[in-house]
C-alpha cells in the first residue's frame, strides 16, 4: 500500500510525510518515501497513446531480453536494503505492540516503553551509521565477483559473463552466484545483531519492564497459534524486500519455526544487558495465583506457598538475571507452589496435613491426566503428522488453507516444479470461490485464522484448544507415558504398587542407589513442568534443593532456641581446639626429631670423609 501525505510515518513514528519537490519527506527524520514522484510525473504529464504503445513495446523487449540472458538485474545499493530490512522489522514490531495491548489487555504504556527499546537496540547495533553502511556495501562488492575471479578477455568480451564457467557453479549465471555469496555475507553480518526473533525478546522485555505476567512460555504460545504477529512477517513483507532479494537472503527474514522459551529467555537476557536494563523482580503473588488457576488447585495454597518463598527464598528474581537453565524464576515460582502441596497433601507417602479451608486431596492421576491433555501441547494448532490425521475434512481444509497463506506463502516452488505444486494445490485446497464463501464459517468454526497467520481473538484459540483437547488426550497419555515410563495398572484401573514413574540416583559409600518417587509425586511432576518448560526431573532437582534449604533453615533456628545443643556444641569446640593442638605439638616433635636425624646423618657422613682422608 503505497504511502500518502499526511500519514504517520513509518521509520520514526513521530512525524508525518509532507510532499516535498514530488516526494514524500518526514518532517521530523527526514526519511525519503521515493517511489512517489515517478508516479506523480507520469499521471499529471500524461503520455499519448502512441508513447505509449512504443513504451509498452519496448518495456515487453527488455522484458524478453532479458529472460533469455537469465540474467538477474544489478543488485540495489545496500544502503537501501538494510533501511527496507529495518523498516519491516519495525513494522512487525508495531504489529505485535498494538495486539498484545488490544488483544491481551495489556497496559495502553506498552508501545511507548517497547518503541524506546526498539530505538535502544538499533541504536546499539550500529545497523543504520554511515560507517556501518559503507562497510556493508564493501563487503557486497567484495563477494559480488564471479568464482575464480574475472579476467582481462571477460572484461574485453562482453558476452564472457553469459558464458557458463566450468568447475563449481557451472551451469549458473555468474551474476546470480555473485548475489547468492553476496548474500551470504551480508546474513552473517547483520543476523547475529537484527533478526525476526528479536522483536519476541524486545516485547517480554518490554512486558517485564510494564510488570506484565508475560513469560517466554506465553510468547511461545501466542506466536505458534497466531495471535502475535511472528510466522506471517514473511508473506506481509514480501512485497516491500522481494527487490532487495539479490542483497539480502530469504533466511534473513524468514523464520525457521518458534523459538523455544528457553532461548526466548536467554536473548531477552542478552539484550537487557546490551541495553544497561535492570527489570524490576517478578511478583511471586502474581504468578503463584495464576499457576494454581492454570492447574486447577486450591486456592487456599497460596499463602502458604508465598510464605515458603519469601522466608527460604527472599532475594528476589529479576528475569533479566543470569540465571542456570533450570532455575529461572517461574521455576523457583512452581518449586514453591509443589512445596506446599506436597507438605498439605503428603505427596511423599506421609499423611496429610491440611490446613483450615484447604479441599481434601483429588484423584492425582485423573487430575494430571486432565492437564496433560490440556497443557501437554503449546498449540491449538496441530503441530504433528498424527494430530493433523485426525482431523475432519472441513477442520483439516481450513487449516491447509492456514499453512499455505500463512506460513508457507514466501516459500516459491522452483520453476521445473511448478506445475506439480498446481497440481498438490489444487487436490489438496478448495477452488478460490469456495474458498471465499466459506473462509468466515470455516475459519470461525475450526478457530484457525484463514488469513495469512496474523493476529486473532483470544477466544479463539481458547475453543479450538478445548475442541481439540478430547482428540488429543490418548495421544498426550502416550506421550506422557513414554516421558515417564511404562506404568503397570490393577486390574480394578488404579495403579498398582510398583507404578512409579520417575526416579533419582543417589551416591551412598556402597554406590549409586535409585530412589523411586511416590506415584502421586511423579503424576504432580508430570503435570506441572510444562508450565516452566522444564523435564519432571529438572524440577524435582530444584524442588529437591528448597526442601534442603528449609530443613537447614529449620535446624539452624532449632539450635538457636536449644540450650542443651549450643553447650553441646561449644564442648564439641572445645574438644576440636585441644584435638588440634595435640596434632600440632605431635608435628613439631616429628620434624624436630627429622631434624636431628638429619644433623647426625650429616655429621657422620662427615666423619667418614675426614677418616678416608687421612688414610690416603
Known sequence: MAAEAGELCSQCWAGTLQLHEGMLVCDVCGSIHQGFAEEAQEYQTGISDARFFKKSEGMRGVGKAGAAAVEPPPPPPVREAVRAYVAALQALLQAQAATLVGSCGMHPGLSPV???????????????????????????????????????????????????????GSGRAPRQMGHDRRSVRLEKDIGPKLRPQHTLALVLVACWQQGEAASPLDACRWTIDGHLPYLGFPAQQAAGLRQFGSVLSSRLFTP?????????????????????????????????????????????????????????????????????????????????????????????????????????????????????????????????????????QPRLRCYLQYLQRGLFAAFAPPPDLEGVHQLLQRLALLNEEEERAEAGAGAGAAGW????????????????????????????????????????????????????????????????????????????????????????????????????????????????????????????REEAAWLARQREEAAAARREARRRQQEAAAAAAAAAAAGEGEGT
Open 114 to 168: 517497547l518503541r524506546e527499546l526498539w530505538l535502544a537496540h538499533l541504536a546499539a547495533t550500529q545497523l543504520l551509521e554511515p560507517t556501518s553502511l559503507d562497510r556493508l556495501q564493501a563487503l557486497a562488492e567484495a563477494g559480488g565477483e564471479p568464482y575464480g575471479g574475472g579476467s582481462s578477455e571477460d572484461e574485453e568480451d562482453p558476452t564472457a559473463a553469459a558464458r557458463p564457467r566450468s568447475g563449481r
Open 256 to 392: 525457521t519455526g518458534v523459538p523455544t522459551p528457553r532461548y526466548l529467555l536467554e536473548l531477552a537476557q542478552q539484550l537487557a544487558q546490551q541495553l544497561g536494563l535492570a527489570c524490576p523482580p517478578l511478583s511471586p503473588a502474581l504468578w503463584v495465583e495464576r499457576y494454581l488457576a492454570e492447574l486447577e488447585l486450591p486456592a487456599a495454597l497460596l499463602p502458604l506457598a508465598l510464605q515458603l518463598h519469601s522466608v527460604y527464598q527472599p532475594a528476589p528474581l529479576p528475569p533479566t538475571a543470569a540465571w542456570r537453565a533450570h532455575r529461572h524464576p517461574w521455576a523457583r515460582f512452581m518449586a514453591s507452589l509443589l512445596l506446599a502441596v506436597k507438605l498439605c497433601y503428603g505427596l511423599d507417602g506421609r499423611g496429610q496435613v491440611l490446613p483450615p479451608g484447604l479441599a481434601p486431596a483429588p484423584d492425582w492421576q485423573a487430575w494430571a491426566q486432565r492437564q496433560l491433555a490440556r497443557l501437554g501441547t503449546l498449540s491449538a494448532f496441530p503441530l504433528t503428522l498424527a494430530e493433523a490425521a485426525q482431523l475432519d
Open 449 to 572: 485464522p484463514a488469513g495469512d497467520g496474523g493476529a486473532a481473538a483470544a477466544g479463539t484459540a481458547g475453543a479450538g484448544q478445548q475442541a481439540a483437547a478430547g482428540k488429543q488426550q490418548q495421544q498426550q497419555q502416550e506421550q506422557g507415558d513414554a516421558a515417564a515410563g511404562t506404568a503397570e495398572q490393577a486390574p480394578g484401573g488404579a495403579p498398582a504398587a510398583g507404578y512409579l514413574l520417575y526416579g533419582t540416583v543417589r551416591r551412598r559409600a556402597g554406590g549409586a542407589q535409585r530412589a523411586l518417587f511416590h506415584p502421586d509425586y511423579a503424576m504432580v511432576l508430570t503435570a506441572c513442568a510444562p508450565l516452566v518448560w522444564l523435564q519432571p526431573e529438572a524440577l524435582h532437582s530444584l524442588l529437591a534443593s528448597e526442601e534442603r534449604s528449609v530443613a537447614a533453615a529449620e535446624c539452624e533456628l532449632s539450635f538457636l532456641y536449644n540450650a542443651q545443643e549450643q553447650a553441646r556444641l561449644a564442648r564439641l
